[in-house]
């Protein structure tokens, strides 16, 4: 049995479906395509920190030439790491998160981190 319902992208009234709820074809092709935008909007920019903070880091650890360093977070911040990620996280086996960045593994210590090559 058909009930009249309001389409969700264009607000026009018409008659369908329990489960349908857009009026046409192309409202349901406009709704799909501003969701898909929105998504790959908010891919490129989680994209955009990751290589940000990948370039930061592997800059920061071959000006110090060393393997592994504890890194005051406030010291990267200043850089313009963006401490809040988004990161590949993977756990050790005490349950301490490690964040994958660029080449090299960061343990995170409340206001530091160490640092040490993934390699």
Request: aromatic share 10%; with cysteine.
């Amino acid at each position: 049995m058909a009930s009249v319902k309001s389409c969700k992208q264009c607000g026009k009234e018409f008659e369908g479906r329990k489960n349908k709820i857009f009026c046409s074809l192309k409202c349901k092709s406009i709704a799909n395509n501003e969701k898909d935008l929105l998504l790959r909007k908010t891919t490129r920019r989680d994209y955009a920190v990751m290589e940000r903070n990948a370039r930061i880091i592997n800059s920061y650890m071959k000006s110090i030439n060393m393997d592994r360093v504890s890194v005051l977070k406030s010291a990267l911040i200043d850089q313009g790491f963006d401490i809040h990620g988004p990161f590949k996280l993977h756990f050790e086996t005490e349950n301490q998160p490690l964040y994958h960045v660029g080449d090299y593994w960061l343990k995170d210590l409340s206001k530091s981190y160490i640092i040490t090559n993934a390699h």
